[in-house]
């Protein structure tokens, strides 16, 4: 239809026609670009919007991962510091007892570092969506860090594997079954961190191995050694893991803020 009115106005040497639709041309490609352009700003905002909120929840997700790990340290070292007593004979406790504490002492607490979104945004290029701020680096620095300082190294210690050399499979599988933590907690259950396991606790059935077992690590000044090493790596892993508790809060205050701000 333009190339028609074109020729028409060519032929005729309407030159104001001409002019018109050569305007009407440019302008149509101008603005389908401008439209096209606008689309893909919106597109991208919806996806920086989209990854920065899926980033946060993942964040909160670690927030609450870390406060876990803490809490459960705190209670290894609570658990650890009373068997020790009880087998340097500052205090009395019962050979069953004495069996939950070490046992407990010996616990760690494991979840794997949940960071799905931002690996998927360095491997699209794409964590320039992430906008500068305090969020974003918190977040670089606490997913550059070493995957063992995030996970507090485990837990893996001479104490627990001298333990476990020394108790029976089917008391160590009850020792588990009844008196560790609850395998099946759900992430963001902050209510359920202040009993992680400071709970009441039995042995029923293994009088004569609990027996045998406190006897050994009452007399074995070796493995009281190691449990106190134990509850020093505690000590310090909680103070570790406080300082990424605390870069978290700040990321996580930023993106609340950011959020209230729009």
């Known amino acids: 239809m333009i190339l028609a009115r074109l020729t028409r106005a060519f032929r005729t040497q309407n030159w104001f026609a001409v002019t018109l639709e050569f305007v009407i041309v440019i302008a149509g490609v101008v603005i389908g670009f401008q439209i096209t352009a606008w689309n893909e700003a919106r597109a991208e905002q919806a996806r920086a919007e989209s990854m920065l909120a899926r980033l946060a929840v993942d964040l909160e997700a670690e927030r609450w ?5 803490s809490s459960y340290f705190r209670d290894v070292a609570l658990e650890a510091q009373e068997a020790l007593d009880a087998m340097q004979g500052r205090t009395d406790l019962s050979d069953e007892q004495l069996v939950i504490k070490a046992f407990r002492g010996s616990q760690y607490f494991w979840a794997g570092v949940i960071r799905s979104t931002y690996e998927e945004l360095l491997a699209s290029g794409e964590i320039n969506l992430v906008p500068q701020g305090q969020f974003r680096d918190a977040a670089l620095e606490y997913y ?82 190691l449990l106190r090493w134990r509850i020093i790596e505690a000590d310090q892993n909680q103070s570790n893991l406080n300082y990424f508790a605390q870069l978290l809060d700040g990321a996580l205050a930023d993106y609340a803020a950011m959020e209230a701000t729009e």
């Open 144 to 225: 550059n860090s070493s995957e063992s300082s995030l996970l507090a190294g485990l837990g893996e210690t001479p104490f627990r594997d001298a333990f476990r050399q020394i108790v029976s499979p089917a008391l160590h599988r009850h020792l588990v079954a009844n008196c560790a933590e609850d395998p099946d907690i759900d992430i963001g259950d902050y209510e359920a961190l202040s009993v992680f396991l400071a709970f009441p606790c039995e042995i029923g059935g293994f009088d004569e191995e609990v027996s045998a077992l406190a006897e050994r690590l009452r007399d074995d000044p070796h493995l009281a050694s």
């Open 65 to 69: 991962r870390i406060t876990a790990t």
